[in-house]
């Protein structure tokens, strides 16, 4: 039997805190003005994507002790945005990263139980953890969780979560015309739950909304991340950009499903992806290696040099070989609140490979760090991207993609317009949604409606 064609599932993410995006292009506009967001949401809307995505920055990173120069300043609060972006779209998913580190579930219940609702159901929860005690200074709680104990507290923070979100049936409220409403179940929204991260009782006071509680999204790639994932998340970001890269972490985290009683369609794999199109393949290629000098400048090349090398690099010339010195080893970090700097598990063995490259393509610091740092997943034609897109979903290495254009907020247009047609010709993406919440878009089963339960105390199932 011929296996069945996959749908590709389509979102779009407006860049936070990094060096993605191209300032110096004329078209670049603010990271901060709520026309920025309507435009790329409404943009996302027209191409009929599931979902748009909002990362989050809890302080401003530093590099030497300064904060970090090419980073953005000034990024609003994800659930203002989000809020504001559902007033403005109409099918449109809305997802928004909300650490489980630094916050408390019952504020998180409610902030997404009202987005829900304000959105008719189109709200999802990126959950994350946090990593350094850098990040922690910001907040009342402070200091630095291992990695072990940052997971358990997001899975007993979203297990908890549930049990709020869980608290009312649907059935439990009825409208009045003269009183407003009124409570058909004396204890609806009523909770209690005691363990070693929280102890917290009383009644969640927003009713269930459309989508029962939001889709949830993890980002992940530990080991424990991916178990994570299969456990609790309805869909998980990838970082894996190649083809059999993509299709291992795929076949590894949908084998987990089984384990937590989940089918493989129960979770979705979308990696993050960038783009370049233009008119023909050699001149999308003209274009991205323009794109990647302006996001690599020299500046920029030696502050990626030194979050790897751990070291003042001030004085380093980036149209130059790489250090001759290795990187410095150990707990203190040149770089501060950047997640890139825990990605270097062994930072003298890839300065090694680093230079093993330079040496035998004949490439200086600047141009290592741009091949090294590549952003650009698809490159060419629209209809080399199309092709490419779909035998990625097609051969399993994703179930779509999380798309980051390089410029805001005009930068997904181009997609759009001529890449998204190509696709609706193929029969693999949607011509019109035809679902109005976010579960429908990314073809999840509708959650079965809580049961009252005896214990106040038990578990809500992260795993459904």
Not at 190 to 199: G, K, L, M
């Amino acid at each position: 039997m011929p296996k069945p064609i996959k749908q590709i599932h389509l979102a779009a993410h407006f860049p936070g805190v990094n060096n993605t995006t191209v300032w110096s292009d004329p078209a670049a506009g603010s990271h901060i003005e709520f026309s920025s967001f309507a435009q790329f949401a409404r943009t996302a809307e027209r191409g009929k994507f599931d979902f748009l995505f909002l990362a989050e920055g809890l302080r401003l990173r530093e590099q030497n002790g300064q904060i970090y120069d090419l980073d953005v300043v000034g990024r609003p609060d994800t659930f203002t945005i989000l809020a504001a972006l559902a007033a403005v779209t109409d099918r449109l998913g809305l997802t928004g990263t909300i650490n489980s580190t630094f916050n408390e579930p019952y504020e998180v219940a409610r902030q997404f139980a009202s987005l829900d609702h304000l959105s008719n159901g189109r709200a999802a929860w990126n959950v994350v953890t946090s990593w350094d005690a850098f990040t922690g200074e910001n907040f009342r709680r402070g200091g630095f969780l291992a990695e072990d104990q940052r997971y358990e507290r997001a899975k007993t923070f979203l297990q908890t979560a549930h049990e709020l979100f869980d608290s009312w049936r649907g059935d439990e409220i009825d409208a009045n015309k003269q009183t407003g409403v009124f409570l058909s179940d004396p204890q609806a929204g009523a909770f209690d739950h005691r363990d070693a991260h929280f102890d917290i009782r009383g009644r969640f006071n927003v009713p269930r909304s459309p989508q029962g509680r939001p889709v949830i999204f993890q980002a992940g790639d530990s080991e424990q991340g991916r178990e994570f994932a299969a456990a609790a998340a309805d869909a998980i970001f990838s970082r894996h950009s190649t083809l059999g890269a993509g299709q291992a972490f795929y076949e590894d985290v949908k084998d987990r499903l089984a384990r937590y009683g989940r089918r493989r369609d129960d979770l979705l794999i979308l990696p993050a992806a960038t783009f370049v199109i233009g008119d023909t393949d050699a001149e999308a290629a003209d274009i991205a290696y323009e794109v990647r000098l302006a996001q690599v400048s020299p500046q920029t090349a030696i502050k990626f040099l030194e979050q790897l090398w751990n070291r003042d690099l001030s004085d380093h010339d980036p149209d130059g070989p790489l250090p001759t010195v290795d990187p410095v080893v150990g707990e203190h970090a040149i770089s501060r609140g950047r997640a890139s700097v825990r990605m270097f598990r062994d930072p003298i063995a890839i300065a090694n490979e680093w230079r093993a490259k330079a040496e035998a393509e004949n490439l200086t610091t600047r141009d290592l760090i741009v091949e090294v740092t590549g952003r650009q997943s698809f490159i060419g034609s629209p209809q080399t991207v199309a092709a490419t897109i779909n035998d990625f979903v097609q051969a399993d290495a994703s179930d779509g993609f999380i798309l980051v254009p390089h410029i805001t907020p005009g930068g997904l247009d181009p997609f759009v317009d001529r890449v998204v047609p190509l696709l609706q010709e193929r029969g693999v993406f949607r011509a019109d949604y035809t679902g109005a919440t976010l579960r429908e878009h990314l073809g999840l089963a509708p959650l079965p409606a809580p049961r009252r339960s005896g214990s106040s105390n038990a578990s809500t199932g992260v795993a459904s």
